[in-house]
């Protein structure tokens, strides 16, 4: 037992000394992700990102990811476990805006960068970068109440009750239905952002047989369409996000009226390139850095076009087809298919 | 003194892992020492009452599937009481719901007879359910003194505040009641359900109170969500599964009648140092959770060879 201690202590020591190395000229910056939602493309794909960029900034050398499904508490032990890590930055996708104040002030206590992506944080000093939610609802909600010409029934499907996103995107789709008071929500259901539970819940209210104008759906959208096209019910338009196997639906599927809207998941790569730029004394005026969303539609030449310039068929189906976030990421479409960060074993 | 060894073995033999991991975690990161045992202790602490909690149900013969929800319940209700009136009742009352939802599984399970897994999976679903009804998004807020209460130390540095009220909130309500008629009891029914009762066990009964004690358990561990997080979360968090691990790995058989609760508790220790281990190594993420369900076969498959051996001697 002793013996086999020891040696599983060596190789542990082995393995934590043989990536640091020598980084030459260059500074070499650890940093350190969390994120609390594994399995998901959007997730995955914001994770990706971060590798990339990683890999691309010449002044990181080592990145330490904490990927897992947990909750807030769990997001605190990951948090702290990086501190002790002895990361000089922090780059996390937040389960909540106050729950995790405690560990990030200490880190900022102890000189660590602190960048919150897709979702912001209370903690004084920490920076956000994140794409503004209540507009991608209000924006795609906005076109679906127009082209129904500001009358008719519509399915509001959501992602997870209590998420701040989808807390956020529900206020701008409530603030589109202010404007639109002839729109009426037969049904609102939470897919939890899961696709089979999404597919499933479409399969149950086509089966019910109540009539419905259009779909507007929280990023659970190519098997919506395939829930339609399956059970042979006539096609409404629907509004999901810009993940590949939507649009693609969007360019393809016969009769299919609809709109993507942007919501990159590489935020998580201009989350590392900010911390990067902190880091070497270029810190950004505001705290807050928005990235506001666009609208892909199909129902002009103009839409269509669009569309079709942004497909890649080595994208995974479910990842979003904004692979980068103009003026903050660096990497090219391989480096973040390939999903490869520095000093990671 | 031998006696003793081979009456405690297996948690000694988990003291001795414990303490051989914090040493690989001081080799991998030496200026890992009492802060990062501070911030170990205190992410245990959901935990370990989970475990707490799960490891009584399981002595008894049981098992409750529904100890994360019930957290989920208890933390929401904290944050929701603590916002509107004072600390010390608010905190009374939710120790009272977590108590009460659990005798309400345990009168569930002996009332109905349906097996113990099928009601308290659907008492999942019911709570989580009613943590939503309570509170709808994260939110709500706690008690100033409750989140100062779990950081720092005390009395002297070193000692983490997490750690003592891990090892105080569960010492006084286990010690009493394993050494009293209802601690006996319990194991009884665990051991042998029909002898137990033939002896003049209140069977029954004993699987409610069981069950309470279960519930009451997930009361502090939802208390110490709040208390962690500041705020309270209607989502239950990943407490069902890994306070099952730790009860296996602490050496409480599956089926009921043996094992105590220090060793689940030393279990819970363990599987937080893994991950803190696997952090600082910088292992890919996808890998972290097959090595933690590895190292946690691996170490439940030694420890029954080991004890089969000494058995047999």
Redesign the interface.
């Given at each position: 037992m002793k013996k086999l201690l020891t040696g599983a202590a060596a190789l542990a020591i082995a393995a934590t000394l043989a990536p640091a190395g020598f980084a030459g000229s260059h500074k070499a910056y650890t940093i350190g992700v969390s994120n609390t939602v594994q399995g998901n493309g959007w997730r995955e794909q914001m994770i990706c990102a971060m590798r990339a960029q990683a890999l691309v900034e010449g002044d990181v050398s080592n990145l330490i990811v904490a990927h897992r499904n947990t909750d807030s508490a769990g997001q605190l032990e990951d948090i702290n476990n990086l501190i002790e890590a002895g990361v000089d930055a922090i780059v996390l996708n937040p389960s909540n805006p106050d729950a995790l104040n405690s560990a990030l002030e200490s880190a900022m206590a102890q000189d660590i960068v602190v960048v919150a992506v897709d979702a912001g944080v209370t903690a004084e000093g920490a920076y956000v970068l994140s794409n503004n939610q209540e507009e991608y609802a209000y924006l795609g909600a906005k076109w679906l109440f127009e082209q129904l010409g500001g009358s008719g029934d519509v399915v509001y499907m959501r992602g997870i009750a209590g998420v701040s996103a989808d807390t956020d995107r529900d206020n701008g789709f409530k603030r589109a239905l202010e404007e639109y008071p002839g729109i009426n929500v037969v049904h609102e259901v939470f897919t939890g952002w899961q696709q089979d539970q999404g597919k499933q819940q479409m399969f149950d209210f086509l089966a019910t047989g109540i009539p419905f104008d259009g779909v507007w759906t929280s990023g659970i959208d190519n098997v919506i369409v395939d829930a339609f096209v399956e059970s042979g019910a006539p096609l409404v338009p629907i509004v999901g996000a810009d993940n590949a196997g939507f649009v693609q639906y969007l360019s393809e599927v016969e009769g299919l009226e609809g709109a993507a809207v942007t919501n990159p998941g590489s935020v998580g790569g201009a989350g590392i390139a900010l911390a990067v730029d902190i880091l070497n004394g270029e810190a950004p005026d505001s705290q807050t850095v928005l990235v506001d969303p666009v609208l892909w539609e199909n129902t002009t030449e103009e839409g269509q076009a669009t569309i079709a310039a942004a497909q890649n068929p080595n994208l995974d189906p479910e990842w979003p087809v904004s692979v980068t976030v103009p003026g903050w990421t660096d990497y090219t479409m391989e480096q973040i298919i390939a999903c490869e960060g520095p000093g990671e074993g | 003194m031998s006696a003793f060894v081979r009456k405690h073995g297996w948690t000694l033999g988990l003291a001795l892992l414990l303490l051989?991991l914090t040493?690989?975690t001081r080799?991998?990161?030496p200026?890992?020492g009492v802060?990062?045992f501070e911030?170990?202790a205190?992410?245990a602490l959901?935990f370990a009452f989970a475990t707490a909690g799960m490891a009584v149900v399981v002595i008894v013969g049981g098992i409750d599937l529904s100890v994360a929800s019930m957290m989920a319940v208890t933390g929401v209700l904290a944050a929701v009481l603590m916002e509107r009136m004072a600390g010390v009742p608010a905190l009374v009352i939710v120790l009272a719901a977590g108590l009460v939802m659990g005798l309400i599984n345990g009168a569930l399970i002996v009332l109905t007879r349906v097996p113990d897994i099928v009601v308290t999976l659907a008492m999942l679903f019911v709570w989580e359910g009613t943590a939503?009804l309570i509170?709808?998004?994260?939110g709500g807020a706690t008690a100033d003194w409750l989140?100062a209460s779990i950081?720092g130390f005390f009395p002297v540095e070193g000692i983490p505040k997490a750690l003592l009220i891990i090892g105080g909130a569960i010492g006084v309500v286990w010690l009493p009641i394993r050494r009293s008629k209802l601690g006996l009891s319990i194991y009884a029914t665990g051991s042998d359900e029909r002898a137990a009762f033939r002896s003049g066990v209140a069977v029954g009964r004993t699987k409610i109170a069981a069950y309470g004690l279960c519930g009451l358990f997930c009361a502090m561990g939802g208390l110490s969500?709040a208390a962690?997080?500041?705020?309270g979360?209607?989502?239950?968090?990943?407490y069902l599964l890994a306070s099952v691990a730790a009860v296996v790995l602490g050496g409480v058989v599956l089926g009921g009648g043996k094992g105590g609760l220090l060793g689940p508790l030393i279990a819970v220790f363990i599987l937080?140092i893994i991950?803190?281990?696997l952090?600082?190594?910088?292992?890919?993420?996808?890998v972290?959770?097959i090595v933690e369900g590895t190292i946690m076969v691996a170490v439940v498959m030694l420890g029954t060879w080991a004890t089969t051996r000494g058995a047999r001697r």
């Open positions: - | 051989a040493v690989v080799l991998i990161q200026t890992f802060n990062g911030s170990l205190r992410a959901p939503l509170l709808e998004t994260p989140e950081r969500l962690l997080t500041g705020i979360e209607p989502v239950p968090g990943p937080r991950r803190t281990i952090t600082l190594m910088a292992i890919d993420p996808n972290t959770t």
